[in-house]
């Protein structure tokens, strides 16, 4: 299909066996700019090459899901996008492998646009998903906000910012809850705790009564949202901005992006072995959203 021209058109995809140009794929970045793209059609591989130099990527691009995983080992991508119709091992499968050895954000790409397939791939372990065919800028918007969230990471290792972006502001005239527990008592070294679970996001640690949890950027994120806003809930579309990096300026919020927010929760529960009916550490509030579950002394 041939490259529709303007910015608001719906498909911009290359025309077969063209190579849309590389641009600034060396963009000098204080951030360590290194993607893997894992796609088996090479004119869409060379499009998302294209963006993502844009954005000031080093791109490493693969056809297959072996070649990809070898790929994220070798050069510890912050980013990977990946297809799931590979020849093979499916995306699904590869964002599970990666997953048990790598924390880099997966944007996965899919003609696929069933809901199953959505909620199948963020529970295989993605961060983010795209249906195809999509507007470049769909994309790079996609890219930015996950650039926007390593930009706030770095800020707080420099010390620029003292508080979790996640956490919620409390009223004005709000008073402290006597029954929740000093979140800050070691507010020094930079831990949140609650009911044996600690989260340091100086350090990128987490863990629950002294056994490291894996978790996801996306998963580690909600987490310390959760934790940083205490006993307050925290609404699913507050959750959903945080995700994207939008926390502090906002934005539109859909209805999938809740829906990804339910499955990041849900896939951190589980690993937490946290059930929604006897919440140790994360409670619903039904239709409201989030908070941190009643203290256990």
């Known amino acids: ?163 979790s972006p996640g956490a919620t502001a409390p009223p004005a005239t709000a008073e402290p809850d006597p029954e929740v527990e000093d979140l800050d008592e070691e507010s020094d070294t930079g831990w949140l705790r609650h009911n044996g679970l600690r989260i340091n996001e100086d350090m990128w640690l987490c863990d629950l009564d002294g056994a490291p949890v894996e978790l996801t950027r996306s998963e580690f994120d909600l987490l310390l949202a959760i934790m940083g806003g205490q006993r307050r809930v925290i609404s699913k579309d507050t959750l959903a901005l945080e995700l994207r990096g939008d926390a502090a300026r906002g934005g539109y919020v859909s209805d999938s992006d809740r829906r990804a927010v339910e499955v990041h929760m849900a896939n951190l529960r589980r690993k937490l072995n946290d059930p929604v009916a006897s919440p140790r550490y994360i409670e619903t509030v039904r239709g409201v959203g989030y908070r941190l579950a009643e203290p256990q002394h």
């Open 1 to 163: 299909m041939a490259a529709a021209s303007g910015p608001d058109t719906a498909i911009e995809w290359p025309r077969k066996g063209s190579r849309p140009p590389r641009y600034g794929r060396h963009m000098p970045s204080a951030l360590n700019r290194i993607a893997v793209v894992i796609e088996d059609d090479a004119d869409i591989r060379n499009l998302i090459e294209a963006i993502l130099g844009q954005a000031g990527f080093t791109c490493y691009a693969t056809a297959t899901g072996a070649d990809g995983i070898a790929a994220i080992r070798e050069h510890q991508p912050i980013l990977t996008t990946l297809d799931i119709s590979l020849p093979g091992i499916d995306g699904f499968e590869v964002a599970r492998q990666i997953r048990s050895f790598s924390t880099t954000y997966i944007v996965m790409l899919s003609a696929r646009d069933e809901e199953i397939d959505t909620l199948m791939g963020l529970d295989s372990g993605a961060d983010d998903y795209l249906t195809k065919p999509f507007r470049p800028r769909e994309l790079r918007a996609r890219i930015e906000a996950m650039l926007r969230r390593y930009h706030t990471m770095a800020a707080v290792e420099e010390g620029r910012v003292l508080h």
